[in-house]
T-cell receptor, first 114, second 114 residues
């Protein structure tokens, strides 16, 4: 069974640019969440999507946005990139956003801002 | 403020012995708890979870214990194997209506010594 697939694996951008990251969930999973991992802050929740609707959002500025398509695939966009946006961005999927559903993670996209 | 705390950044255990990883939380609304294992350059791998209606859950070599009154959970690995060497993250979630994403601890680096 294929796991969560994130593309690209690595990305280098410069300040002020924007970036789009992609996530394909496990087949049959309809909920997709995004997380940012940095050495200082650890793993932090960005947002969660289900049925093409954002259900929850973490404490991140509006430069961070996302969307989900009808096939449950999701994209995350960061505009006006800052040096502090350098991080590992992880996508996780679960069957549904209901109670007691474990989230399964992809291997992430490593974003470096120069 | 850190709502999920893993106070031991690292833990060294001999192969074949028991590994005990600890996690404390402060948010009494958390009702679902998970443990993930992470190797370098890979995403977190789901290990085991427990809901707040239980105090123990077992899966093979892995057992999670939940003490709600102390707001404490622990992961026991018996027997410890060399492949268990990794960073372990404790995560928690409020699964009720308007649920948030997972809140993670900073991780414990488990080293299994031969």
């Amino acid at each position: 069974k294929a796991g969560v697939t994130q593309t690209p694996r690595y990305l280098i951008k410069t300040r002020g640019q924007q970036v789009t990251l992609s996530c394909s969930p496990i087949s049959g999973h309809r909920s997709v969440s995004w997380y940012q991992q940095t050495p200082g802050q650890g793993l932090q929740f960005l947002f969660e999507y289900f049925s093409e609707t954002q259900r929850n959002k973490g404490n991140f500025p509006g430069r961070f946005s996302g969307r989900q398509f009808s096939n449950s695939r999701s994209e995350m966009n960061v505009s006006t990139l800052e040096l502090g946006d350098s991080a590992l961005y992880l996508c996780a999927s679960s069957l549904a956003p209901g109670r007691y559903q474990p989230q399964h993670f992809g291997d992430g996209t490593r974003l470096s801002i120069l | 403020d850190q709502q999920v705390k893993q106070n031991s950044p690292s833990l060294s255990v001999q192969e074949g012995r028991i590994s005990i990883l600890n996690c404390d939380y402060t948010n009494s609304m958390f009702d679902y708890f998970l443990w993930y294992k992470k190797y370098p350059a890979e995403g977190p791998t789901f290990l085991i979870s427990i809901s707040s209606i239980k105090d123990k859950n077992e899966d093979g070599r892995f057992t999670v214990f939940l003490n709600k009154s102390a707001k404490h959970l622990s992961l026991h690995i018996v027997p410890s194997q060399p492949g268990d060497s990794a960073v372990y993250f404790c995560a928690a979630r409020n699964s009720g209506g308007g649920a948030d994403g997972l809140t993670f601890g900073k991780g414990t680096h488990l080293i299994i010594q031969p």
